[in-house]
């Protein structure tokens, strides 16, 4: 695989080229924050970033994403949206929370069509960090650089940016900047101080102990007092769900046509923070208490996926702490408190 060496210049030359040749999103400021969108050119992506508002998974899982049409006399036929497109300046930990959505979504006899589709249907320009945003720990959960699931690797260093290519399909996408030199041994030296610089200072939260041993520590703390403590001031409102890239929970509806002659069936982003997450039929609640739903999003990220795929489902992003208006959602607050004991 190839690893070239770009001026500032030759990279907005290569990003304009590729908005050029298809459907490319990338991360741009919006007010004082940054998010992802459509990359209409090259000076508008911003790859020294903090953190996008919401995670690039929006692309992979939208919200709200039409899964069959179907109509009176017309049976039914399944949406499948796989136009190629391009992802552009996707940070580690971000790109880990993808590989985590890949290991649930593309298990062997469990596979989501629809998540298939996409993640075929995108190339994923990954980037290091440049800028730490305030919130952000991915340094304490193994996420501050990524070696895979990514098909080029950016990487600001002085004097311009080493790209690696990770995938034949980065490969292709690279031949369309033309001649670029390769990086340097001395460049290379640079990328990696880049990325052990990252390791120590994403850490704006310091988890006490190692991550792989949450689901033990979460196996005897369901009566612990910080649930009922925190829970009292949440709102409910979903919103550390809603903008964590580990969260993929959805919910499955019917929208009919006022004719009665046609419809779809879509899904739209659910979050196990919500009053009615757990309702079901017949009027019953599993978890009908706040302080079962805010207990269950830890366990959820530090037991339940842990056992499943091996991995705690919490990258450090920092987007829960951000988002939540009571300052309740921090990981690391929560977790560390378990570990004093009851
Ligand atoms: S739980 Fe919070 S910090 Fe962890 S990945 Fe989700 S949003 Fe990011
Ligand atoms: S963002 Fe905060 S207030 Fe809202 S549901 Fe989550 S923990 Fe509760």
Same mark, same amino acid.
């Given at each position: 695989?190839?690893?070239?060496?770009?001026k500032?210049?030759?990279?907005k030359?290569?990003?304009?080229?590729?908005?050029?040749?298809g459907?490319?999103f990338?991360?741009?400021?919006k007010?004082e924050?940054?998010? %992802?969108?459509p990359?209409?050119?090259?000076?508008d992506?911003?790859?020294d970033?903090d953190?996008t508002?919401?995670?690039?998974? &929006?692309?992979?899982?939208?919200?709200t994403?039409?899964?069959?049409?179907f109509?009176?006399?017309g049976?039914?036929e399944?949406v499948i949206?796989?136009e190629p %497109?391009?992802?552009l300046?996707?940070h580690?930990?971000?790109?880990?929370?993808?590989?985590?959505?890949?290991?649930? %979504?593309? &298990?062997d006899?469990?596979?989501d069509? =629809?998540?298939k589709?996409?993640?075929?249907?995108?190339t994923?320009?990954?980037?290091?960090?440049e800028?730490?945003?305030?919130?952000?720990?991915a340094?304490?959960?193994g996420?501050?650089v990524?070696?895979?699931g990514?098909?080029?690797l950016? !990487?600001?260093?002085?004097?311009?940016?080493?790209?690696? !290519?990770?995938?034949p399909?980065?490969e292709?996408l690279?031949?369309?900047?033309g001649?670029?030199?390769?990086?340097?041994? +001395?460049?290379? +030296?640079k990328r +990696?101080?880049?990325?052990?610089?990252?390791r120590?200072?994403l850490?704006? =939260?310091e988890?006490?102990?190692?991550?792989?041993?949450?689901?033990c520590l979460l196996?005897?703390?369901e009566?612990h007092?910080v649930w009922?403590?925190?829970?009292?001031?949440?709102?409910?409102?979903?919103?550390?769900?809603?903008?964590?890239?580990?969260?993929?929970? %959805?919910d499955?509806?019917?929208d009919?046509?006022?004719?009665l002659e046609s419809?779809?069936?879509?899904?739209?982003?659910?979050?196990?923070?919500?009053?009615?997450f757990?309702?079901?039929?017949?009027? =019953?609640?599993?978890?009908?208490?706040?302080?079962a739903r805010f207990r =269950?999003r830890?366990?959820?990220?530090? +037991?339940?996926?842990?056992?499943?795929i091996?991995?705690?489902?919490?990258?450090?992003c920092?987007?829960?702490?951000?988002?939540?208006?009571?300052?309740i959602a921090?990981?690391?607050?929560?977790?560390n408190?378990?570990?004093e004991?009851?």
């Amino acid at each position: 695989m190839a690893i070239k060496l770009f001026k500032k210049a030759a990279l907005k030359k290569w990003v304009d080229s590729l908005i050029a040749g298809g459907r490319v999103f990338g991360v741009q400021a919006k007010g004082e924050r940054f998010a %992802f969108g459509p990359l209409e050119k090259a000076a508008d992506l911003r790859l020294d970033y903090d953190v996008t508002i919401l995670p690039p998974k &929006k692309y992979l899982q939208p919200q709200t994403e039409d899964l069959v049409k179907f109509s009176k006399g017309g049976g039914y036929e399944s949406v499948i949206d796989s136009e190629p %497109f391009v992802l552009l300046g996707v940070h580690p930990y971000d790109m880990a929370a993808i590989n985590q959505m890949d290991a649930i %979504f593309l &298990k062997d006899g469990e596979v989501d069509t =629809h998540y298939k589709a996409r993640r075929e249907a995108a190339t994923i320009v990954a980037c290091d960090v440049e800028s730490p945003s305030e919130n952000v720990f991915a340094g304490c959960m193994g996420t501050a650089v990524v070696d895979k699931g990514y098909d080029v690797l950016v !990487t600001a260093v002085d004097g311009g940016y080493v790209v690696e !290519t990770a995938s034949p399909r980065g490969e292709k996408l690279l031949a369309a900047a033309g001649e670029v030199p390769d990086a340097s041994k +001395k460049d290379m +030296k640079k990328r +990696k101080a880049v990325q052990e610089k990252n390791r120590k200072r994403l850490r704006k =939260h310091e988890l006490k102990g190692e991550p792989l041993g949450l689901p033990c520590l979460l196996g005897k703390s369901e009566n612990h007092p910080v649930w009922e403590e925190k829970a009292r001031l949440c709102y409910s409102c979903g919103s550390c769900n809603l903008v964590c890239p580990t969260c993929y929970c %959805f919910d499955v509806q019917d929208d009919t046509d006022w004719t009665l002659e046609s419809g779809r069936r879509y899904r739209v982003w659910d979050a196990c923070l919500l009053a009615d997450f757990a309702a079901v039929a017949g009027g =019953h609640n599993f978890r009908k208490e706040r302080a079962a739903r805010f207990r =269950h999003r830890y366990y959820r990220k530090g +037991k339940y996926i842990p056992e499943k795929i091996g991995e705690i489902a919490c990258v450090g992003c920092g987007r829960c702490i951000t988002a939540c208006t009571a300052k309740i959602a921090n990981p690391v607050e929560v977790y560390n408190r378990l570990t004093e004991g009851c």
